[in-house]
Nanobody
Framework: QVQLVESGGGLVQPGGSLSLSCTAS????????MGWYRQALGKQRELVAT???????DYADSVKGRFTISRVNAENTVYLQMNNLKSEDTDVYYC??????????????WGRGTQVTVSS
């Protein structure tokens, strides 16, 4: 099948920066889009940013101007650069991939999540 492995995250002070990365591997025929979601305990998972194969990008309003998503197609890797972090950015961040794992079938795949904590 398909696996998504995240790296990055950690503890940072307000106003600081962190970078996340996620690499997809396994039975990949084509990646439609990759992105990042976040979820706080007891809350629904919400979109942070996505980038599709054509380079189209969407951001949550709350992160526009502070976060930047990018992708290296040849490496099946997506990055999230987070600047000017705020306490409300504290969450578990999950990598998502909309990936064809055969010529005709695609699914949503998820990483295990990485904790981002913004605190002084």
């Amino acid at each position: 099948q398909v696996q998504l492995v995240e790296s990055g995250g950690g503890l940072v002070q307000p106003g600081g920066s962190l970078s996340l990365s996620c690499t997809a591997s396994g039975s990949i025929f084509r990646i439609v889009a990759m992105g990042w979601y976040r979820q706080a305990l007891g809350k629904q998972r919400e979109l942070v940013a996505t980038i599709n194969a054509g380079g189209g990008i969407d951001y949550a309003d709350s992160v526009k101007g502070r976060f930047t998503i990018s992708r290296v197609n040849a490496e099946n890797t997506v990055y999230l650069q987070m600047n000017n972090l705020k306490s409300e950015d504290t969450d578990v961040y999950y990598c998502n991939g909309k990936i064809y794992h055969s010529m005709t079938a695609w699914d949503d795949f998820w990483g295990r999540g990485t904790q981002v904590t913004v605190s002084s």
